[in-house]
């Protein structure tokens, strides 16, 4: 199979089209995978599935092929590499398994709204919810690219996807870790994902693959937000998980471009995706009433959410199968969404984190290089009792890129693609934390959401520059003393600690975690950049 085109290899595989449904309407997955009885409809018309034993990304299973293409590319320290030999081998697996399936599902999408730096992908799958899934999220492309509405096959894809989840792996025939596998080959451009039903190692295994092309072409590819005002100015949001990145660039008053993932190219941002995957555990219809409104739209796929069996209505408060429940959609669900997907330069970039120690304040002021060094570093805090394991203090956690496990590259090319484009276009870049504040997790109180978009609005419109600004001891970033409609006490987070020498203690042992974490990255990192370098 190793000399064969990757189509060929699949085509072979699928074999008799009768069991096989090609490019079906998302109305039509949601009839069968309801028929199929993969998941239950919900009593507002959305299909709720379950995942089984995995409910998130299976992490220590991802690998990288490493050969002749990726040897001097991929950055192995980040990354776990197979074989070439390893990958043939579970090819082969899986298209006996796909040769052995009832029924198949194919469908051939986008991923990325700018015509130039798309890529076509092509999915086959044994679930129908996760063909609507892959709808939903990438983008469907014009129906005289795709051929006969009524199921036709498009032109040769970039990447095909093969996502088996009945398949079980055997770690000890291919030398791998579990009976699960998230393997990517770049040289014949084909992705295997088995033993898992989780939807999300298909969306994070294209934005791995846009991760390693686009720096080639000079794109910067980015694990962002991003949205625009009336006067087409756009904003990109940088986050890690629950730290507020889709809910804060769903704003009622700015067109949503995304919600995850962006190319920054010469003529401006584009989205990844056509749709989102938003984190509904406890989802407050007040603080994100479109992200509400969508897991109650006809066809959203509803992940790991309990559902009540007789009355069908939705718990998105219990946490019974996981705290990462989930709900996917397409963009069309967002009431102020952008057509088109594409987007101006950005004016300001917003790089958040939940600090839970409750030392960073609510905004800084970021200059070029400390926004690359807080880029590199992908601070933010996980809360005590939100994952297994955790004790009753917080824990700091450190993603580079605000995506380490999704960039096959050196975190430090990505740095430079983001300092090159903030510096040609002037942006302003901003620290936001939506954490803590009068103290640590279990003391002080979670940053008033009024205040944060507050603050938000006043960066994003420019008047918060108008302010007088302090340095800030710690960190080294400038604060604000001052801002419309937000208490000065809160700006500076001393102040809001009962005791002003327990705070420096625990600013003193957050600074010591940044360079600890950073000291990964000063081989590679600009002088410019260690400059700045906090500890």
Not at 180 to 186: G, N, P, Q
Not at 245 to 259: E, M
Not at 482 to 501: I, M, N
Request: net charge negative.
């Amino acid at each position: 199979m190793t000399e064969q085109s990757p189509t060929l290899d699949i085509q072979t595989a699928v074999g008799d089209a009768a069991r096989v449904h090609r490019n079906a309407s998302s109305a039509a997955l949601f009839q069968d995978a309801v028929e199929r009885g993969e998941g239950l409809i919900s009593a507002d018309g959305a299909l709720a599935v379950h995942t089984g034993r995995h409910t998130g990304r299976s992490a220590s299973d991802k690998y990288i092929v490493r050969d002749a293409r990726t040897e001097d590319t991929v950055w192995w320290d980040n990354n776990q590499p197979m074989s070439p030999e390893t990958f043939s081998g579970l090819l082969d697996t899986f298209c006996a398994h796909i040769k052995k399936a009832e029924r198949l599902w194919v469908q051939d999408l986008d991923a990325g709204a700018n015509a130039t730096h798309r890529i076509r992908v092509r999915l086959v799958t044994e679930h129908a919810w996760q063909a609507l899934f892959a709808r939903h999220l990438l983008i469907e492309p014009a129906e005289s690219e795709v051929g006969a509405s009524a199921g036709g096959d498009s032109a040769e894809p970039d990447f095909t996807i093969l996502q088996m989840p009945e398949l079980t792996v055997d770690p000890a025939a291919h030398g791998l870790k579990s009976e699960t596998v998230i393997a990517v080959d770049f040289t014949r451009r084909i992705v295997l994902i088995g033993g898992t039903s989780y939807a999300g190692e298909m969306k994070k295994s294209v934005f791995t693959i846009l991760n390693y092309l686009l720096p080639e072409k000079g794109v910067m590819p980015m694990h962002c937000s991003a949205n625009v005002d009336d006067d087409g100015k756009s904003a990109i949001f940088f986050g890690l998980s629950g730290t507020g990145k889709t809910t804060l660039s769903a704003d009622a008053s700015r067109h949503l471009v995304g919600d995850d993932e962006h190319g920054w190219h010469d003529g401006g941002i584009f989205n990844f995706e056509g749709g989102c995957y938003a984190k509904v555990i406890r989802l407050s219809a007040e603080a994100e009433p479109e992200i509400a409104a969508a897991t109650r739209s006809f066809g959203t796929v509803l992940e790991n959410v309990v559902v009540d069996p007789v009355s069908r209505r939705l718990d998105l408060d219990s946490d019974r199968y996981t705290e990462n429940t989930r709900a996917a959609y397409p963009l069309s669900a967002i009431p102020n969404v952008l057509p088109g997907g594409e987007a101006s330069h950005p004016s300001a970039i917003i790089m958040l984190t939940a600090d839970a120690f409750g030392v960073m304040p609510p905004i800084a002021r970021l200059s070029v290089h400390q926004a690359i060094y807080h880029f590199l570093s992908g601070y933010t805090a996980k809360l005590a009792g939100t994952e297994k394991g955790l004790g009753k203090e917080p824990e700091a956690t450190f993603s580079t890129c605000f995506g380490g496990p999704f960039m096959p590259r050196h975190a430090a090319e990505y740095g430079r693609l983001l300092a090159q484009r903030i510096m040609k276009h002037g942006v302003r870049c901003w620290l936001v934390n939506t954490g803590w504040t009068g103290g640590a997790y279990g003391v002080g109180h979670r940053m008033p959401i009024k205040a944060t978009r507050a603050l938000l609005n006043a960066a994003l419109d420019g008047s918060l520059n108008d302010s007088k600004f302090r340095r800030d001891p710690n960190f080294g970033f400038e604060v604000p003393e001052s801002a419309p409609g937000v208490s000065a006490d809160l700006l500076d987070p001393r102040q809001t600690w009962d005791d002003p020498q327990a705070y420096d203690a625990q600013a003193r042992r957050l600074v010591s975690m940044f360079a600890e974490n950073f000291a990964t990255y000063t081989d590679e990192a600009d002088e410019a950049v260690k400059a700045v370098a906090i500890g």
